[in-house]
C-alpha cells in the first residue's frame, strides 16, 4: 500500500491539512511588526507568511497530482487503495480551495458549490460503474477543468498573498488589469468546464442510470 505513488497522495492531504491550518490564521499585524525597520520592509511588508505558505502547500498539492499518476504508470504501482485516494485527495483540495475563497470574497458561493457537486457526483458515478464491473475514465475535459479549476485557485492565492510585493516581471499575476484578467477567465473557463464535463460524465454512465 506505502509504494512512491500513494506515499505522493498522501502527502497531498498533508498539504490540504498544511493549508486549511495556515488559512486558519492571520499573521498580518505580527508581520508588520517583525518588518518594519528591516531591510526588506519595502519588499515584504503587505506579506502575510501564512497564506504564502498556504499558498505553496496548495501548489506542492497540485503538483503532487501529476507525479503519482505518473509513478503509478512508470512503476506498474497501481492499486485499489490508489485509485481510491488518488480522486479524494483531488477533491479535498479543490473543495478546501474553493470553499475559502468563497469565504474572503473572491469566488461567488454558487460557483464553489457547482464544483463541489459536480465532483461528487463523478465520484458517485464512478463508484456505480464500479459496482457493476465498469471503468469511467477520465477524459480530456475533465482534465481541462481540472487546470482552469488550480490556476484561479493558485491565482487568487497569490493575490491574497503577495498582493502587490511580486517582483516587477510577475506582477501583473496578483493585481491590475493582468491579475484580474486572469483570475476572470480561469474562473469562468473552470464554470464552463465544469458544467460541461459534467454533463459528458453523466451522458458516458447513461446505461448505468437507467
Known amino acids: 500500500m506505502f509504494n512512491l505513488p500513494n506515499c505522493i497522495t498522501l502527502s497531498r492531504i498533508i498539504f490540504v491539512i498544511i493549508f486549511t491550518i495556515m488559512l486558519a490564521f492571520d499573521s498580518s499585524s505580527t508581520n508588520k511588526e517583525l518588518i518594519e525597520g528591516t531591510p526588506f520592509a519595502g ?5 502575510t507568511w501564512t497564506k504564502a505558505v498556504a499558498l505553496w502547500a496548495f501548489v506542492l498539492g497540485a503538483i503532487s497530482d501529476f507525479f503519482d499518476g505518473y509513478f503509478a504508470r512508470k ?3 497501481v492499486t485499489n487503495f490508489g485509485k481510491l485516494l488518488d480522486p479524494l485527495a483531488d477533491k479535498i ?5 474553493f470553499i475559502y475563497l468563497s469565504s474572503v470574497g473572491y469566488c461567488p458561493f454558487w460557483v464553489s458549490t457547482l464544483i463541489i457537486f459536480r465532483e461528487f457526483l463523478v465520484t458517485g458515478l464512478r463508484q456505480i460503474a464500479i459496482a457493476q464491473g465498469q471503468v469511467i475514465a477520465a477524459d480530456g475535459w475533465g482534465k481541462w477543468k481540472t487546470t482552469f479549476q488550480l490556476t484561479f485557485c493558485i491565482a ?9 510585493n511580486l517582483p516587477q516581471p ?33 451522458w458516458k454512465s447513461r446505461n448505468l442510470l437507467r
Not at 93 to 97: F, Q, S, T
Not at 156 to 164: L, V
Open 43 to 47: 519588499y515584504f511588508y503587505a506579506i
Open 75 to 77: 512503476l506498474n504501482q
Open 93 to 97: 483540495l479543490v473543495a478546501a480551495a
Open 156 to 164: 487568487c492565492m497569490i493575490h491574497i498573498a503577495y498582493a502587490g
Open 170 to 202: 510577475l506582477r501583473f499575476l496578483s493585481q491590475g488589469i493582468g491579475g484580474e484578467l486572469l483570475r476572470s477567465i480561469s474562473l469562468w473557463g473552470a464554470v464552463i468546464l465544469t458544467l460541461w464535463s459534467g454533463i459528458n460524465y453523466c
